[in-house]
C-alpha cells in the first residue's frame, strides 16, 4: 500500500470489482486504451495485475480518494504485456474516471508509483507510452519529470495499421 496526501493505492479486493468493470466499460476512460472491455475481459486484466503482484511485488493498484474511499481508478507499474514490441519492460500506466480528471490524481499517483517503483523495488527505469495524440498523458509525463525517447518509439501491433492510434510514442523516468 502507498499512502498520499490524498490517495490510497493498495491491491484490488474483491468488492472493488463493480468498480473496476464500470472505469473498464466507460468509453470516455477507455477511448486511448483500446476500446471497452465486457465483465470477463476486465477480470482477466485484473487477474493479470494479482499474478504480477503475487510473482513481482508490483502491478497497478487501486486507486482510492482518502476522503471518502471512493475508487477513482488504478495506477501502477507492470511489464509492458507480451503483445508489445517493449514486453516485459517496467510500464507504468494509470486510469482513472472522469470526475476525477483534472485535478491531479493522476500525477499524484504516478509520482508515488515511481517513488516505491525506485525506492522499494529498485528498478533503473520504467517507461510509459502512449499515442501521439494522448496530450493529457504526455502532460502528466512532462509533469512526472520523463523523458521523452523517439528512438524507443513502436508501433502498436494491437492497433490498426491505418489507425492514427497506432505510433506509440515512448517516454523513460530514471531514479
Known amino acids: 500500500m502507498i499512502e498520499t496526501e490524498r490517495l490510497i493505492l493498495r491491491r484490488w479486493r474483491e468488492d472493488d470489482r463493480p468498480a473496476f468493470h464500470a472505469i473498464c466499460a466507460d468509453p470516455q476512460v477507455m477511448d486511448w486504451l483500446g476500446g471497452v472491455l465486457t465483465p470477463g475481459e476486465a477480470d482477466l486484466r485484473l487477474a493479470r495485475v494479482e499474478e504480477t503482484f503475487d510473482r513481482l511485488g508490483y502491478g497497478r493498484f487501486c486507486v482510492e480518494r482518502r476522503a471518502d474511499g471512493r475508487v477513482l481508478g488504478w495506477c ?32 499524484e499517483a ?53 489507425d492514427p492510434f497506432r505510433p506509440a510514442w515512448v517516454w523513460v523516468a530514471t531514479p
Open 76 to 107: 501502477g507499474v507492470m511489464p509492458a504485456h507480451e503483445s508489445q514490441p517493449i514486453a516485459g519492460t517496467p510500464e507504468i500506466g494509470w486510469r482513472l474516471i472522469p470526475e476525477a480528471w483534472g485535478q491531479g490524481y493522476a500525477t
Open 110 to 162: 504516478a509520482a508515488a508509483v515511481l517513488a516505491d517503483a525506485f525506492h522499494r523495488l529498485g528498478l533503473p527505469e520504467v517507461w510509459a507510452y502512449t499515442s501521439p495524440h494522448n496530450l493529457k498523458s504526455q502532460a502528466v509525463m512532462t509533469r512526472l519529470g520523463l523523458t521523452r525517447r523517439e528512438d524507443l518509439d513502436f508501433e502498436n501491433p494491437n492497433v490498426p495499421a491505418e
